[in-house]
């Protein structure tokens, strides 16, 4: 593995690798994980995928269409819209939105590299320069600095770090740019405010919005799909009703609960928004919402609107323009109904995109209030109209503190207030709260799986995490003891499964996946059999 | 020689001063950007542990209560102390406090120096022997803002030297500018250091030089001491074109993004109106040029209708 890399390195040796994923030189985890025999092996790019994909960062590929030039004119080409792309990112008219932040992050470094040391990236990796927030984010400023400023070309050659705009650089930085989870530990450690990770957004933003790459899981796959079909899922509003009215008759049956979930009620209360991905992968969560909202009496709503009963907003991830398309469908969908509010499900991206990043989108009549799950659920539990029964949930219980919802937001403690009373074995992670370690799928890294990218999130991003899942219920290894870790996050959920089914977690230590609003069903006194079921998942 | 040196420390500091300003103004007058807080929030109720006015039921109802008094202290706290350092990267506080404490000292010194230099105007004479306590303060507090500027600063400056050149991680950073004001730095801290020791152990001369600058009445001044007036008037030239503003817009980067966590306010909404009516030119396939924001983020597809 190569270790020491110089900031020109970026833009030399074409074709070739700057670094190698070796998993037994990634920090070691916990017995029984801590044998890397005997884990299944990195999934390496075999010849003919070298030939044909761009892998000259880490033998890692997210993006199997980003196009190679064919020859000198294309490569320039290429060159010209990043450089343009870089002119519009400091631009007033095509960047508002981050410039202040954005040159507030390029102009004031340190370059103390304090910000190192908070990235679990970095970390796991066991400190591969490559994983550095600085590493990418000094490149930026290098290149800003460079080819948007008067006099760059010769302040780069006294600088000692001139980097040529070649093929190569932008190539890697593309993909670099999609090995950062946008966590923002590093901008909280960061003593002078510098925000490496949004020069990672913003970098990723100047791809998507100038040459139009993104990975087609966010943008082809994901919000374009969500705003002309309904959901990136790629589910139709007739599929999402037919499936949740399929998944009411199967949990009425299973759970002797009359289960039903209301569609475009006018005037409700509350619209309620799910990740549409929870019908499918974990599907007892919405579940758990309708047999919540029921029992409580609340006057709620489902849409059935293209896009309104799938709350995830992948523009958060890599592209101003989608982020506020999709804000915006979903507030004309919430003004449409004449709701009191909406209420974000448990997915933590949603909750920051809709809540804080698009408010200064949402003028007028859709600045409709929004409600984050978190306070919504813990009014539920503590209003006195359901009846809980905390001994059915007495197995033990760790919360992860989603990045979006946590750190970016400040919801810290109505989770915790209803797991202390729900869940009589609830233990913490350490570190958590706002100094939590993101799960590995933040930065829309959990719905990625392109060529072997799954290998990198499952063995560096999401390392530090599963490592702190294991630490958390040491004293318990073993399958005999069900564990469950509260996710309430679609995305975090679906990065856990990943890392629970490459490591064997399930059958090695008992651990599944979940919600928050299954503990709470779970805990019903009126819930004859148990609702979460350990096997399934 | 005396004029040259009242014209170039005059000009110094005007030049320091507009530059910055225009720097400030600059950073002022962007437009208004997207939420982008993050926590802990200080000014936040129950920031110890990172909470948000979002933990509270329908926040929208409340009434928040909002102060920067608690934020401007940390950020001036931090400014003098870099506790934030200290807790995060002790290795590197040990040399930058140092070196930060002789620019504030020497700031300090300066300033002492032009209030001194005007209660000598005033007919005070400032030394350790003067009859009034005004001037034997002034005496001893330029006395040891300069000689622990002197000191501090050159330790940090060298410090900062040996710290880079040694740590692979910071070497791999460092740019031949920082070098440059490492060596730059650490050559006008010693200057004064040396002026002290061996010329002007009192401040004597420095003294008379500033009370000569303000009643314009230049005044003879030994090399050693004139040579420490110039490196530190030519600092002054040189600090707007090096990232020493960090000093000001760490305020604007925790007050106005890292903190801000302000909804939108009647005057904002119409800055908001302004920009999103704006064209955008951005190339790419999925956003139509010369539209505006609005008109891109809220139109329509043709695949909306319900089934």
Known sequence: MKKSLKLTDIARGEDTQLTEINPDELIPLPPPYDKVEELPGFKRLTEEQRERLVCNLDGVVSYAALPKPGNK???????????????????????????????????????????????????????????????R???????????????????????????????????????????????RRCAQSCPMGVDNALITRELRKLFSQELGWAPKELHEKGTVLQLEVGSPTGMRPNVAIDNLHFLDEEFTETTGIEVSTTWDKEGADILLIHSAGDIIAFPESPISFSILCNAAGISWTLSSEVGGYDGVNYGLFYDDIQLARVAIRHAQIAKKLGVKKIVMGECGHQHKAFMTVADRLLTGDLDIPRESVMTFLENLVFSGKIEFDPSKNDFPVTLHDPCNIVRNLGIVEPQRRILN??????????????DNYCCGGGGGFSVMSDVNFTDWKVHVAGRMKFKQVIEAFDGQPGPEVKKYICAPCLNCKMQFRDLLDYYGAREKSGIICGGLAELIVNAMVDMKKPFIGWEER | MSFFLIALTYFAYVFIVVMYAVKVVKIVRMPVHLRWELYPVIHEPKSDYGSSYYEDFEQWKKNRRKTLRKGIFFLLRENFCFSEYFKRNRGYWLVLFPWHIGFILIVIFHIVCFFGALVMVAGVSVSAESTFILGRTFYYLILLTGVISFVTGSIGSIGLLIKRLSDKDLRAFTTPQNYFNYLFTLVIFLSGLYAWYFVDPTFSEYRGFWKGLITLSPVPVDYAAAAHIILFALFLI????????HYITKFFAYLWIRWNDAPKDKKMVEELNGLLDQPVSWSAPHIPSGRTWAEIASEKTSDEEKP
């Open chain 1, 137 to 183: 984010s000094e490149i930026f400023r290098l290149l800003v600095n460079k080819y948007v400023r008067p006099g760059g070309k010769l302040r780069a050659k006294l600088s000692g770090s001139d980097i040529e705009l070649n093929w190569t650089t932008i190539s890697r930085l593309y993909e670099l740019s999609y090995r950062c989870n946008l966590c």
């Open chain 1, 421 to 434: 009373y729900l869940c009589p074995q609830f233990r913490e992670m350490t570190p958590h709260g706002v």
């Open chain 1, 73 to 135: 004119q294309e490569e320039k080409k290429y060159v010209e819209q990043f450089v343009s792309g870089l002119k519009k990112l400091l631009s007033k008219e095509n960047n508002w939105t981050f410039l202040q932040p954005l040159l507030l992050s390029i102009d004031y470094c340190a370059r103390c590299q304090t910000c190192n040391d908070a990235c679990p990236i970095y970390l796991a990796s066991d400190l591969n320069d490559l994983y550095r927030p600085t590493y």
């Open chain 2, 238 to 245: 040189y600090l707007p074109f090096t990232r020493s503003l």
